[in-house]
């Protein structure tokens, strides 16, 4: 689906999250608030608490994407390593920024240690991110923004990214359901649909699963023009009609 577009990835850092202790939520968060805004997430990796996978992912990412989402791994602990790993990716320093400090000092006071003052290192050339529920900012360097995995903070500091990006167009999307039919019955129609809409994004999503509930398939087409997306809509329920399958339209 071609297009001009700003494309990002999210890149999400914990061995919590590989281990199945915690369940993230923040993939989702991000990737329904770049739609919004027309941008595309093309990719996301989900890496543990390792500086080696954690600077080779990123550099990967920032390199092929336009934005790069990084969750996870700021807090003030030995294993908080998300900063220090930034600093090495972009080859720069990781001194504690002075608005960090101050925040953090308005914030602590006399408990302002030195586990927290690890919350104010932001790699040389680095802005902070606002951070409206706990005041520990996150921080921008170029292309990459890095944020809080505790999702409540990640979802809040959003607000001050959403300001520095550029937008595009947005895409949209259609569903036809057809219902009691496999994704094998529908192939032969969607298959050479596709081939006709290659400007649009077509997909085929099973769901239910035979013994206690609906059976069938979610057929999906997205695209940046609203009326090309409806037309091909209106193109594929006639042919899946022609065909003798019955669909219907459904709200996404």
């Not at 320093?93 to 003052?117: K, M, Q, T, W």
């Not at 932001?122 to 809080?148: K, Y």
Request: overall charge negative; proline content about 6%; hydrophobic content about 45%.
């Amino acid at each position: 689906m071609p297009g001009d577009s700003p494309t990002a990835a999210v890149l999400i850092i914990g061995d919590e999250i590989l281990s199945g202790r915690t369940r993230d939520t923040n993939l989702n968060t991000i990737a329904r608030f770049l739609a919004a805004l027309g941008i595309d997430v093309l990719e996301a990796r989900t890496v543990g608490d390792r500086a080696n996978q954690i600077v080779e992912a990123l550099n990967a990412l920032r390199a092929a994407h336009d934005y790069v989402f990084t969750t996870g791994g700021i807090g003030p602990t030995h294993d908080d390593i998300t900063a220090d790993c930034v600093a090495e990716a972009f080859g720069v320093p990781l001194p504690e920024h002075p608005d960090a400090v101050a925040i953090l000092e308005a914030r602590y006071g006399d408990d302002f240690n030195a586990a927290r003052r690890r919350l104010a290192r932001v790699p040389e050339g680095g802005s902070l991110i606002a951070n409206p529920v706990t005041d520990a900012p996150g921080f921008q360097i170029d292309n990459v923004f890095v944020m809080a995995g505790v999702p409540k903070i990640m979802t809040a500091m959003l607000e001050d990214v959403a300001p520095r990006l550029r937008t595009g167009a947005v895409t949209h999307a259609r569903t036809l359901r057809v219902s009691g039919v496999g994704e094998g019955t529908v192939a032969e129609v969607l298959g050479p649909f596709a081939d006709r809409h290659r400007d649009l994004s077509v997909g085929s999503y099973p769901f239910g699963h035979g013994s206690d509930g609906e059976v069938g398939t979610n057929l999906v087409i997205r695209g940046k023009n609203a009326d090309a997306v409806a037309a091909a809509l209106a193109e594929l329920w006639k042919a899946l009609a022609e065909a003798g399958i019955a669909a219907r339209p459904v709200t996404d």
